[in-house]
């Protein structure tokens, strides 16, 4: 595997990982050969068979059901011959969907950006991956899977063509087919964008995205844009995870000038806004059991961590350390059990720790 190697925005992420029903999960890596590997945990987080892998240069998330699950990968792609009105854009890579079984084996494949034979990166309506902001995250509703991600963007202007940056949010449905004129897709959500985050909310029937946008520097709901928390461009705008409150509306975490706070909201602005007082640039938030929530923080070598309730965001307990290598761009997941997991790196590039936060009572 890849380990941590670089963590900035722009970088590959080096793992993720999915909860199953049965309180085992999946585990996705990049490999240093152009594959994205998954192997099966056991409910002691320890490997258990066979890895499978796909080509994938890139890996976003995974997610899981009875079934088995859904890697959100990247693959290598084409740009064509443009022209660019100016600079560079390169690569012009393409974002997918790989429905697996719980063998581990590929189903069905859905790009989700929008190459083809007839439609390469430099042709204007292109959407493709590239070098910037890229990385997105999955939901479910059971049936279908919506991927929300950032992409660029290509607009013919007179000879020669521009390429900007937003996010976009794709469903799919349980055959592998794209799900037209669904009421929560969208071809451009935010723009620019960054930190794209998305869940299912069974009580609306909705999929609710945030995101993190220079445009007027905010945490917002895309398309149509709505402000959730203000920010500024000051270079350290972050948008953490986004979780289910308890009876009505969501928690966001987010960072501004390492600042981290919670923010409850329903269909737009925030309504209550929580100041943890913790000091840093990338916070993570899980849903941790019924009626609560984690928040989790680098704090020096490792990672602290902090219990809030999810109906008043009020603290529970004290902070506690988790004894792994923080990564700024990778998410923990929620167990039906009530605990939460966390992959880390190990102590090389050939291990993965898996950091489990147990249920509380």
Known sequence: MTGY?????????????????????????????????????GCDDKLVGKPTSF??????????????????????????????????????????????????????QRQVTNLTGG???????????????????????????????????????????DIHQGDRIQVVNAKGNLVSGHKDAAEVGCSHAWTSRIVWDPRTKRFVAVCATDNNCRIARPNPYRTVAAGKCDGTLFGGD????????YWTAWSQGASVRLEHFTTGKS???????????????????????????????TMAARVYDSGTGKAVGAQFTI????HSYQAFKAYPDGSAAYP??????????????????
């Open 344 to 361: 880390a790196a190990g102590s090389g590039n050939t291990s993965i720790r898996i950091a489990r936060v147990l249920p509380v009572s």
């Open 55 to 108: 080509a994938g240069i890139d890996l976003q998330d995974v997610q899981a059901d009875a079934n088995g699950g859904v890697l959100l990968l990247t693959r290598k792609g084409t740009c064509g011959t443009g022209p660019l009105c100016g600079g560079e854009s390169s690569p012009c890579n393409t974002m997918h969907m790989i429905r697996f079984d719980n063998a581990g084996k590929q189903v069905w």
């Open 271 to 301: 309504d209550t806004t929580i100041r943890t007082g913790v000091s840093s640039a990338h916070p993570h938030l899980v849903s941790y059991g019924a009626g609560r929530m984690l928040l989790a923080w680098q704090s020096g070598s």
């Open 5 to 41: 190697s670089g963590e900035a925005d722009t970088d590959p992420l080096p793992m993720a990982i999915a909860a199953r029903p049965d309180g085992g999960s999946w585990l996705a890596w990049r490999g240093a050969d152009g594959k994205v590997y998954l192997g099966k945990l």
């Open 242 to 249: 986004l979780v289910l409150a308890k009876s009505k509306g």
């Open 119 to 161: 439609r390469q990166g430099y042709d204007d309506g292109a959407r493709f991956v590239w070098w910037y902001q890229h990385h997105g995250r999955l939901a479910t509703d059971g049936k279908n899977w919506a991927a929300y991600f950032g992409t660029a963007i290509t607009v013919k202007n007179g000879n020669c063509v």
């Open 323 to 326: 004894k792994v290598k923080d």
